[in-house]
């Protein structure tokens, strides 16, 4: 399984900036892909970056050269680092790994429980 642990959220005021960590832990095999989603009230959950073992990143296009999503595969950690965040920005904030356990063959997807980021005009 994977255990996935969060930090770094809070309230900043628009056109500042916020560092997200996740530190994946646990008995797997490999992660391949980590992110984060985020979910604001009343609205769908949007995936917001996303990197690959091998550093391929994407990201959607609302945060697209604001957020810059890096990873540190020995300690199986991501960082989003957020930049000239708008109010738009609010929301919760969830990691995600796709990480093969001990006694599989296939990735599952894990979640984080989430970390409240708040952008005040």
């Known amino acids: 399984q994977v255990q996935l642990v969060e930090s770094g959220g809070g309230l900043v005021q628009a056109g500042g900036s916020l560092t997200l960590s996740c530190a994946a832990s646990g008995s797997f095999v490999s992660i391949s892909r980590m992110g984060w989603s985020r979910q604001a009230p009343g609205k769908q959950r949007e995936l917001v970056a996303a990197i690959t073992s091998g550093d391929n990143t994407n990201y959607a296009d609302s945060v697209k050269g604001r957020f810059t999503l890096s990873r540190d595969n020995a300690k199986n950690t991501v960082y989003l680092q957020m930049n000239s965040l708008k109010p738009e920005d609010t929301a919760v904030y969830h990691c995600?790994?796709?990480?093969?356990?001990?006694?599989?063959?296939?990735?599952?997807?894990?979640w984080g429980q989430g970390t409240q980021v708040t952008v005040s005009s």
């Open positions: 995600y790994a796709a990480g093969r356990p001990l006694w599989s063959d296939y990735d599952y997807d894990y």
